[in-house]
């Protein structure tokens, strides 16, 4: 008997649904997909394609992961990204097993020019890792960290998550940076840049990439390092998912204790110019091992919320009551949870009150110092609303990442201290349009003091704003572009467009 007819014939909804769940097993999706007649599907340049059944059935056939319709099991599940406000249906999903099934995807993409998203943690504030009747890749059966102890290796699945490699590496008394959300795709994270609670010690999540494994548009599979595909391994640091899909990555790791000095130091609302004056005092002399964050969030309702600092100190425990900043000096906080804490605890800590659960916009800039001017315009304008909730947020920047020249990677941003984000959400549903109107107006207001903006979370406002961002390393850029992807395969991302593309 056929196996594939066996399995599709006997298997009840319930233990399909459970295999739909499983990682591992849900391999046997495929079998479960049924090309029943040909799709239309839309080009990178907006135009309807026929894909027809046999091609479909072609492409099946050859994957060992999932291919994915409209109406099969999963492909709900696998189009939506955290910000459901952004509500897509791609005309094809593929789940690759591997590279292999990567490049298949790949190059059943270019051939037919679709439009191609890539989802690894589906964190994309812009909705870029989904997309309305082309192909989406999603990476989230490649994943997994193995650990190298002796040297100080991750190897990690390009699928991800950032609490993969935090469990795995920290089990062996190693780290590396690995941003702040343990649910964010290491693919999208490193490739753009890799801010976290330990970037000022360690570097960027970027600047810890040894070597990475890439499919580019052409469909094949690549290594680069800086002893192989040097051209590429620079671009892939910081120019984003422009080249290629990276199917695997290794990055070095430290030792480091796995018990942290962290914590929140949290004021009423109303301590906002207070405590900027505060962060703009201490956050320029802070130690390497010290990061300091600044968070200020109205929840929705209208009600003034809080204003904190986010303390993480990774060095000596013995040297950690003079290294951190004298809170006291703020008066009495409503709390201060600073202590020691297990780091990966730690990166799990805001997985809940990350804000994309509803609709949500950020803007995002880069400064390389806060002065009075820049103080009052964040806390002016800051509002509470019923409708929505308001987030500024300063990142802390410099020590290791101010150390590496500019065009030593792609990522240029390598002057600033801390990188300040504004940040709206709102409930699922409802229009979307008084919020970001709210949002744009607030930052027009702190972008002045800005230079440049953070990739992975901004919003840019003109193509010439994009290619001003990356600076210096724009032209290399294009011409990696050109070699690797001529045709502007790889658009949605922050998009370094091909010579001659419209």
Known sequence: MNRRHFLRSTLPAGIAATIASNSSAAMLLQSLTTVSSSIVGRTGSGVEVTIEAAALEELKGALRGNLLLAGSDGYDTARRVLNPSFDRYPALVVQPSGATDVATAVTFARERGLLLAVKCGGHSFSGKSTCDGGMQIDLSMMRGARIDRANKRAHVGGGSLLGDLDHESMAQGLVTTAGSVSHTGVGGLSLGGGFGRLARKYGLTLDNIKSANIVTADGELRR???????????????GGGNFGIVTSFEYGLHEMNRTVIAGDVIFPADRLKDALRFYADHCQSAPDELSLDLITAAPPGGKPGV????????????????????????????????????????QRMWDNTDPRHGGGYVKSGFVTDIDSAQIDAIADGFEAHPERSTTFFYQHSGGAINRVATNATAFP????????????????GADRTPHVDYIRSYWSTIAKFSDGFYTNTGDYETQESLNRNYRGNHQRLVALKNRYDPGN????????????AA
């Open 224 to 238: 680069a390092s800086a002893n192989e595909n040097e051209d590429l391994f620079w671009g892939i640091r910081g």
């Open 307 to 346: 204003v904190f600092i986010h303390a993480v100190y990774s060095g000596d425990h013995s040297k950690a009551d003079k290294v951190l900043p004298p809170f006291d000096k703020l008066g009495e906080p409503m709390a201060n949870t600073i202590g020691p804490v297990d780091y990966v605890v730690l």
């Open 413 to 428: 941003n390598r002057n600033a201290i801390t990188g300040p984000s504004v940040i709206v959400s709102w409930n699922k």
């Open 489 to 500: 395969l790889f658009r949605l991302n922050a998009n370094v467009r091909p010579s001659g």
